[in-house]
């Protein structure tokens, strides 16, 4: 049987789009998240058109194998892991950005090209693609939809989804369909290109996207602002969202401040329970004023410490500090990402429930996020030779996603379910819900060949 | 048969939420759309919790009846209007707003409260809910969250569904989901939030929803400019929305001005083509600058007359022509609103191909609309009296869609599918896609109780 699933696909593919090499398999077997289970898949086909996964899906559904669809393998939730004996379809092939339409404000991208690249094409247009997750460098534009993947810049200008104005998906039986289209509003018939935006490969393959682009927005402004307690960073982050609106605005906790600091000396507070990076991309006057706005949330909620520059490269010194967050994480020893997200409000309790947890289990948790959306990333570090203290960090990875659901809050906010979470899901979602989901896959994949074991 | 849906509903309904005195009925059977058919009601449902909701889809779920919902009746193309003989559910009496949580920036509202509830509610904790169709003031926020409803702030702040964090829905066999949650950001399953918003009451009725609260922004600056063609005006404002965020980008016809002029005059160019009004709201020497790149966009685009005011009451006499826009040609005769999408690169097309509609059909048809996001409302206006005219303005409305599909379109951007455009659903989104709607619809209704004949 699985000689025949290579045979009827090298009926109806080129020989180029088809790889069975072995080493070749196992490299791509996996994305970047610890511990999610990973298949050995029996090919790997890298298809360069529409036409050629429809081909996949219809060879896929007639001998009922499972497909997962993979972009740069940057994921950390194993939602791209393969499943053992699957066709894993790259759609690196498939890589263009399509078109660039200025005057409409729009791109038309495959699903296989690289957020970077997007960013150029619309940069030499005078635009700006938006969603900026922190993979944009090397992670693909499908992944990226597959997901729903976030970033720094939701907190004003929102998620990939926000950005996606219509697909192309080819279906379980291989059949195209298109959703919405190229205008911004648009209420025909069900919003199905919502459904296909962060369903991880389980509905359909993303072949095509039509994304919105932007005016690109003046240079940010920057503040930093140091606390002495974790209520007051919180208090702050909900201050702020009440009252301006800023471009950016991360939090990093002592844990993380100190992993930077011992790797990449930046004379930053070690001393501080919280680090706030705010950002305003207003502009001119009203940047300032904004600013202006933010430190003055800040005082109030007892920052130790305010600063704020206009300055481009001070700014983007201070940016580098968040960027080495979980760099900085890593050389401390092996870890475990989470990816939380609480109502902004219930951000101080997360973060004292993550302490507590760091206690209780004998392991350092270092957090840092996108606290503006209540988004936060909640890593464990520990010692990956010692199978006892692994263990320990794989249940205080799972204490943080019972201490978010505990507060109002999601198992993920931007990393996705994957195979890392499945378990979770049922906690959040509730026994009628978690139903109606498998309804809806029922519907669109009958077969359930599209990445089995994930999401759901 | 008829008589046992009366009966099986008082036995788990209470009294007073049952209605079956015919004028009630009659005065309930349809929304504000001309010429949506309606069909008479059996009864009325007034249900006051989310368990009457349950208990009324159980009853017809068991004797496959059809379930009509409703608002404030205020739709405009027939999606609430009664089919003959079903139970209609008005959730008026569910109307309150259940919860406003300043400092986690959301609410948690019941459907039949209006959205203008909501906005004062928000207000009061010094916080706003963007939404703002133009029946912000009666409609309901339960019929804006089954239409998707936009209106003048979707331009900078999105529409209905771009503020929903969660709803409660009521299936068609009376069990109650979840959906999403009280978080920004939440990729922990499907997006089923956004597949029920928009959906007209055909895959569930939502019983609740949270919704997000944004900082007031600072007080509006606005702009008035004027234009000899409608190609200056289309690319006047494919201009401003490259290189600014305006707060609201409006456009009005020659036929629409004139309208409003000879209603109440105010001193409005009638010569010229066109009459674009902007606003800025980033507030302060910011707000200036905005309005400054706006004029200079106009100017560009050859603008006869350009002026702006950071005064308030002047303002808001330039917003009032805007608002009279649809009235006032509402004075003229009957009317046949219609509601059409493009991508903003192609309104001068849009708004030429109307013009030549106009013509060829012998009716007079004034547009106006929100340029900024494509979404115009040439409105068809008649003598109601004589059904040859009558039959060209309804050629001439669905011309209208036809060449809104010809320009890469929609043939609704906000006001909904209904029972007015399923004729045209299949051209817009073509077979694959149509049928993938009928799969979604038969999975979550596979009775077909749930406001049958409506969108699909």
Same mark, same amino acid.
């Given at each position: 049987m699985t000689v025949d699933v290579v045979r009827a696909l090298s009926e109806v593919l080129p020989a180029e789009s088809l790889v069975t090499d072995r080493d070749v398999l196992d490299a791509h077997r996996h994305d970047q998240a610890e511990w999610a289970p990973s298949g050995m898949p029996r090919v790997l086909v890298r298809p360069a058109s529409t036409e050629e996964v429809q081909a996949v899906l219809r060879v896929a559904s007639a001998l009922r194998v499972p497909v997962v669809a993979r972009g740069a393998g940057s994921g950390l939730s194993g939602g791209a892991n393969a499943s053992?004996?699957?066709?894993?379809?790259?759609?690196?092939? /498939?890589?263009?950005?399509?078109?660039?339409?200025?005057?409409? /404000?729009?791109?038309v991208v495959q699903p296989g090209a690289l957020n970077a690249a997007l960013k150029a094409a619309a940069a030499e247009q005078g635009l700006w693609y938006a969603p900026d997750p922190a993979s944009w460098e090397f992670s693909t534009l499908g992944g990226n939809l597959a997901t729903n993947a976030?970033?720094?810049?939701?907190?004003?200008?929102?998620?990939?989804?926000?950005?996606?104005?219509?697909?192309?998906?080819?279906? $379980?039986?291989?059949?195209?369909?298109?959703?919405?289209?190229?205008?911004?509003?648009n209420v025909a018939g069900y919003d199905l290109t919502r459904l296909f935006v962060g369903s991880e490969g389980t509905l359909g393959i993303i072949t095509e996207a039509t994304l919105r682009l932007r005016p690109r927005p003046p240079r940010a402004t920057t503040l930093l602002a140091t606390f002495p307690t974790l209520v007051g960073a919180g208090t702050a982050v909900s201050d702020i969202m009440a009252t301006t609106r800023p471009s950016l605005l991360e939090l990093m906790d002592r844990t993380t401040v100190r992993a930077v600091e011992s790797w990449k000396p930046m004379?930053?507070?070690?001393?501080?329970?919280?680090?706030?990076?705010? &950002?305003?991309?207003?502009?001119?006057?009203?940047?300032?004023?904004?600013? =202006?706005? /933010?430190?003055?949330?800040?005082?109030?909620?007892?920052?130790?410490?305010?600063m704020n520059t206009p300055d481009e490269a001070e700014g983007e010194l201070l940016m580098q500090a968040r960027r080495?967050?979980?760099?900085?994480?890593?050389?401390?020893?092996?870890?475990?990402?989470?990816?939380?997200?609480? *109502?902004?409000?219930?951000? *101080?309790?997360?973060?004292?429930?993550?302490? &507590?947890?760091?206690?209780?289990?004998?392991?350092?948790?270092?957090?840092?996020?996108?606290?503006?959306?209540?988004n936060m990333h909640p890593t464990v570090v520990f010692d990956r030779k010692d199978p006892e203290v /692994?263990?320990?960090?794989?249940?205080?990875?799972?204490?943080?996603?019972?201490?978010?659901?505990?507060?109002? =809050?999601?198992?993920?906010?931007?990393?996705?379910?994957?195979?890392?979470? &499945? $378990?979770?899901?049922?906690?959040?979602?509730?026994?009628?819900?978690? &139903?109606?989901?498998?309804?809806?896959?029922?519907?669109?994949? *009958?077969?359930?060949?599209?990445? *089995?074991?994930?999401?759901?």
């Open positions: 053992e004996g699957c066709i894993l379809v790259s759609l690196l092939r /498939m890589n263009r950005v399509l078109e660039v339409d200025r005057r409409g /404000m729009l791109a976030g970033g720094l810049c939701c907190v004003k200008y929102g998620v990939t989804g926000d950005a996606v104005l219509g697909l192309e998906v080819v279906l $379980a039986d291989g059949s195209v369909v298109r959703t919405g289209g190229r205008t911004v509003k004379g930053l507070d070690v001393q501080a329970a919280a680090l706030l990076l705010a &950002r305003s991309d207003a502009g001119g006057a009203q940047g300032e004023e904004e600013l =202006g706005l /933010m430190a003055a949330a800040c005082e109030r909620s007892g920052a130790s410490f305010v080495l967050a979980f760099p900085a994480l890593e050389q401390q020893g092996a870890t475990l990402l989470d990816d939380v997200g609480v *109502p902004i409000s219930r951000i *101080p309790e997360l973060l004292a429930a993550v302490e &507590r947890i760091a206690d209780q289990r004998g392991v350092r948790i270092g957090t840092f996020g996108h606290a503006g959306d209540g /692994m263990a320990r960090a794989k249940e205080a990875f799972d204490d943080i996603l019972r201490a978010a659901l505990d507060l109002g =809050g999601t198992i993920t906010g931007e990393h996705g379910v994957g195979s890392l979470k &499945r $378990a979770f899901l049922s906690a959040q979602l509730g026994p009628e819900t978690l &139903r109606l989901h498998h309804t809806v896959k029922a519907a669109l994949d *009958p077969g359930g060949i599209l990445n *089995p074991g994930k999401l759901l």
